[in-house]
């Protein structure tokens, strides 16, 4: 069984096609990343995977079961987590309470307060949200979707706008995450793609332009044209 | 007990109590009706907070439940229905009826478009109470809905008797609301506020929590507005307009959105103001947009808001120094 299969997936908005026949199987406890230039429509497969926006035609399964028609939240409940591109926090309410918040609608065995310890984020958890830094508010977006205990877990560019130590720091957090879980990842930092990802899939243009091993990706040369540029 | 900043309200609403308790025998009987007012428009403001100070829905429409309350209670009275309990019953039901049918409508739509869609439906409740003349007697009201017995030793029609009664309902409320917001449904309310999409991404049905949010308010508010009518006396479409709507919105800014004590001290603090201010002059509808601007622009949090967050800080100040003192 798969994590995630998706089959000709399209996405319109207005006349402009977004996503073009996108297929895409992921098994469970695959990394799979997900690369391709700007507005090559990665974004936009995360949110029809996580249901925020609705497909035009295809069909999406999560773990076996047709998930096209459920509503984000139904989604979220199979087990379903993202983070956002740009940050999406309770930013009014302390560390607990955004922690609190996600782990509530699921069925887990931590508390909040275990959560943050075994993550040693403890001491800071009476800090409101918008008081941390934005490196810290960026870690705080993929402990949120932790929270949750997800089987599926979207990540839509993790170490954006973050300094290399930070960088670091998270790719190792997602590296130690327990195989039980099924990531996708959609980054831009190709350090990150490769020190992660099992699998990599190229979007272009809302198509899928290919998608292999790191070597794979590494030696084609039509990937090569459109994002890692040439050699020569 | 350690001085600590969530000990406040519990303190405060105790003196607040106090004070309610005896009020009545130091005031005139102007006073008197002045204040059963203000706890009344507070508790309709209590309720109104819940959506524009917990959910983030500034609905403008509230008067419709207060209103339909209200005419509930009134055309039951003047039918000939004695029974306070179910008059005050089927007010609520009525109220909270009409929450969950425009709720359905409504929540479609959010941030101004809300602002706007709720209105509309707001004026045509308006509309209809003013031309439905059998029932409602339409630009006259309805008048003489007398003060409720209850069966009690005393009479409701002596001034300090019936505000104790609202004095009842208001605590009661208060706390009913109060237990709310700091439940599991109450969290998710405010988590709707801070962030939807993200609330969605969790796991939540965000539509299902608006959607109570919207009828609880509304159920509370057709109390308030039960509670106003046997006050009153009568009760007219004026009642329903979105004048009244904009006035109880008024209430939760200029008191302090998302704290629940914020628009009961904004209800006091314009009806106080009303009245100096139109012994004076008839312009209490200029001074009165020239208190909102000046809110907008030094006082956002209201004047709750503002006090919490500063004696927030003070307090944050006070423990650093006590902490540096130590070492």
Same mark, same amino acid.
């Given at each position: 069984m798969n994590a995630l299969e998706i089959l000709n997936a399209c996405k319109t908005f207005g006349g402009l096609a977004v996503l073009q026949d996108v297929s895409l199987s992921v098994e469970v406890g695959e990394r799979r990343a997900i690369i391709g230039p700007n507005g090559a429509g990665k974004t936009t /497969?995360?949110?029809i995977i996580s249901g925020t926006l609705p497909l035009n035609s295809g069909t999406i399964s999560l773990f076996g079961k047709r998930s096209e028609h459920l509503s984000p939240y139904r989604r979220a409940r199979a087990g379903l987590a993202r983070t956002f591109q740009q940050n999406n926090l309770f930013f009014n309410l302390t560390l607990l309470e955004n922690i609190h918040l996600a782990i509530l609608p699921h069925h887990t065995q931590s508390s909040p307060q275990e959560f943050l310890e075994t993550w040693g984020w403890w001491e800071k958890r009476?800090?409101?949200?918008?008081?941390?830094?934005?490196?810290d508010q960026r870690q705080v977006e993929l402990l949120l979707a932790l929270a949750q205990s997800p089987r599926l877990l979207l990540l839509d560019e993790p170490t954006a706008g973050m300094s290399s130590v930070e960088t670091q720091k998270i790719t190792s957090m997602?590296?130690? /995450?327990?195989? !039980?879980?099924?990531?996708?990842?959609? !980054?831009?930092?190709? !350090?990150?793609?490769?020190?992660?990802?099992?699998?990599?899939?190229?979007?272009?243009?809302?198509?899928?332009? @290919?998608?292999?091993?790191?070597?794979?990706?590494?030696?084609d040369q039509r990937v090569k044209e459109v994002y890692l540029g040439t050699t020569d | 007990m350690k001085l600590n #900043?969530?000990? @406040?309200?519990?303190?405060?609403? =105790? =003196?607040?109590?106090?004070?309610?308790?005896? /009020?009545?025998?130091l005031l005139s009987a102007y006073g008197l009706s002045l204040l059963t007012q203000v706890l009344i428009y507070g508790l309709f403001a209590m309720s109104l907070d819940l959506l524009v100070g917990y959910t983030g829905l500034v609905s403008f429409n509230h008067a419709s439940f207060f209103g339909v309350g209200a005419y509930t209670a009134a055309i039951l009275v003047t039918r000939g229905v004695e029974n306070f309990w179910l008059t005050l019953l089927a007010g609520i039901f009525t109220s909270l009826l009409l929450a969950l049918l425009l709720g359905s409508l409504v929540l479609r739509s959010s941030g101004p478009y809300f602002l706007m869609i709720t209105l509309a439906f707001g004026q045509m409740i308006f509309a209809l109470a003013w031309r439905w003349r059998s029932l409602t007697g339409g630009d006259d009201g309805l008048s003489g809905v007398p003060r409720p017995n209850l069966g009690?030793?005393?009479?409701? #029609?002596?001034?300090?008797?019936?505000?104790? /009664?609202?004095?009842? @309902? @208001?605590?009661l409320c208060s706390v009913v609301l109060w237990k709310i917001v700091?439940?599991?449904?109450?969290?998710?309310?405010i988590g709707v506020r801070e962030s939807e999409s993200r609330m969605q991404a969790l796991g939540y049905n965000t539509w299902l929590i608006k959607y109570l949010s919207y009828?609880?308010? %509304?159920?509370?508010?057709?109390?308030?507005?039960?509670?106003?009518?046997?006050?009153?006396?009568?009760?007219?479409?004026?009642?329903?307009? #979105?004048?009244m709507s904009g006035?109880?919105?008024?209430?939760?800014?200029? %008191? %302090?959105?998302?704290?629940?004590? %914020?628009?009961? =001290?904004?209800?006091?603090?314009?009806?106080i103001l009303q009245n100096l201010i139109s012994a004076q002059t008839e312009r209490w509808p200029m001074s009165m947009g020239i208190i909102f601007i000046l809110c907008v622009m030094y006082l956002r949090d209201g004047v709750a808001g503002q006090t919490i967050k500063l004696s927030k800080k003070g307090l944050k100040n006070y423990e650093r120094i006590r902490n540096t003192k130590r070492l």
């Open positions: /497969l995360f949110n009476d800090m409101p949200v918008k008081e941390l830094s934005y490196g997602i590296r130690n /995450l327990s195989r !039980e879980i099924t990531v996708l990842i959609i !980054e831009h930092d190709m !350090e990150v793609v490769f020190d992660l990802a099992d699998r990599i899939t190229v979007l272009n243009y809302g198509r899928v332009l @290919f998608e292999g091993s790191q070597e794979e990706v590494r030696s | #900043w969530r000990s @406040f309200p519990f303190i405060g609403s =105790i =003196i607040t109590l106090m004070a309610l308790v005896i /009020l009545p025998s009690l030793p005393f009479s409701m #029609w002596d001034s300090q008797n019936f505000y104790y /009664l609202v004095l009842v @309902f @208001f605590v700091r439940s599991k449904l109450g969290r998710s309310i009828a609880i308010a %509304g159920g509370f508010a057709g109390l308030a507005g039960v509670l106003f009518v046997y006050f009153n006396g009568f009760i007219s479409p004026q009642q329903l307009d #979105w004048s006035l109880v919105i008024l209430m939760v800014i200029v %008191g %302090g959105a998302g704290t629940l004590i %914020g628009p009961v =001290i904004g209800a006091g603090s314009i009806f």
